[in-house]
Nanobody
């Protein structure tokens, strides 16, 4: 079992920045592809970003490309999402997730391939 706990969410003005963290316990994250997803009220959960086990490959949704950066520190068992130039449409609950089955970064967009999920952290961007 892997327990994931997100932190770093909050209220920020448009154009501002936040860094989300996802700390894991129970197992080392180094064997998992890690992803960030978000869900806004009344909308389905959507893919934001993913990073493979070795940090050699990353993937981003078009809506965040160039503004968000995913990274991981396997020694600290933590994954990060640096979010810059935030927009009101980025407002959502952000979830991190771990996948043992997303064998390549292309598959990492699929929520169904993720085995463990955190409880989410709220990000609110005001205009």
């Amino acid at each position: 079992q892997v327990q994931l706990v997100e932190s770093g969410g909050g209220l920020v003005q448009a154009g501002g920045s936040l860094r989300l963290s996802c700390a894991a316990s129970g197992r080392t994250l180094s064997t998992y592809t890690m992803g960030w997803f978000r869900q806004a009220p009344g909308k389905e959960r959507e893919f934001v970003s993913a990073i493979n086990r070795s940090s050699g490959s990353t993937r981003y949704a078009d809506s965040v490309k160039g503004r968000f950066t995913i990274s991981r520190d396997n020694a600290k068992n933590t994954v990060y999402l640096q979010m810059n130039s935030l927009k009101p449409e980025d407002t959502a609950v952000y979830y991190c997730a771990a996948s043992a089955r997303a064998s390549n970064i292309i598959l990492a967009v699929r929520t169904t391939l993720y085995d463990y999920w955190g409880q989410g952290t709220q990000v609110t961007v005001s205009s």
